[in-house]
């Protein structure tokens, strides 16, 4: 049961909160998703750049104490995710967490799946790259040494320097704790506590330098933008394939077990509230698939 003085969420609730996120996102219209993706990629990166000015303007401190900057440039990184889950927003990495949630339980159809995933890629793919081409470049705001340095070498350390394995790699571990921030978020009830539990696991993923496919989107093809000697070739078939690859064994990572801990009797008509001896309508937990009707009513206002 959930109370009014209760400040979280439990995990089960959180589980079938994000089933109620599946069947809502698989709702919405196409063009809608399009748009809250694009402004997605838009958000993401405004904590991106505002990473890249603090990193690439601490060229004094990255030579005396290159892990403080790490630290300093994951810090101010997660504004970007606070933003999107604020506004409900659309971001590729977390629907690999909560479309497979929900197709597993049969909630929505499994072609769901590539359909909102294509949509919400070639969104926030728009997003990034307007605001890295038109807010960025062409502002000029970045146009100056040390930046213009900066850009260059952090786009071939992303794209160009590690093999496909790592990169591959580095973005398990990227959306598996982005997934996490997210889950934390779903079960946060009030906004300060949603944004500090957004912002611990990504502060952490960015300062190891894990690899997210839509981060990416704005900081390699800025690099490129800036004269970078990384192909476009280049940047889709050893970043963005392979930090998408990752990203999705990473929030499977976080979906699967929550299904298997959390779920088991979704669509069991209520039998373990029934077993613990608390009394449903036939109205409430069957028809959604919820333990009880306040679980239903949070679901509607998160």
Sequence with gaps: MVSDSDSTLKPAEVAHVMIQHGISKHRERYEVIFMKAFLAGVMLSFGGLLSEVISGGATGLTQSNPGIVKILGGFVFPVGLVMIVLQGYELLTSNMMIFPMAAIKRAIPWWSIPVNWI??????LAGSLFFAAILVHYTGIVSTEPYITYIKSFAIHKAGDPQWHQ??????GCNWLVCV???QAAGAKDTISKIVSIWIPIWIFVACSYDHVVANMFSVPLGIMFGADLT???YIRKSLIAAFLGNVVGALLVGLPATYFYLGD???DGLRIAESGEAFSSSTPAES???????IEEAKRQ
């Design 232 to 234: 476009v070739a280049e």
């Design 181 to 183: 921030a997210v889950w």
């Design 167 to 172: 990169i591959f790699l580095r973005g398990i």
């Design 266 to 268: 979704y669509h069991a």
């Design 119 to 124: 949509i919400v890629l070639f969104g926030n």
């Design 289 to 295: 698939g919820k333990g009880s009707t306040e679980q």
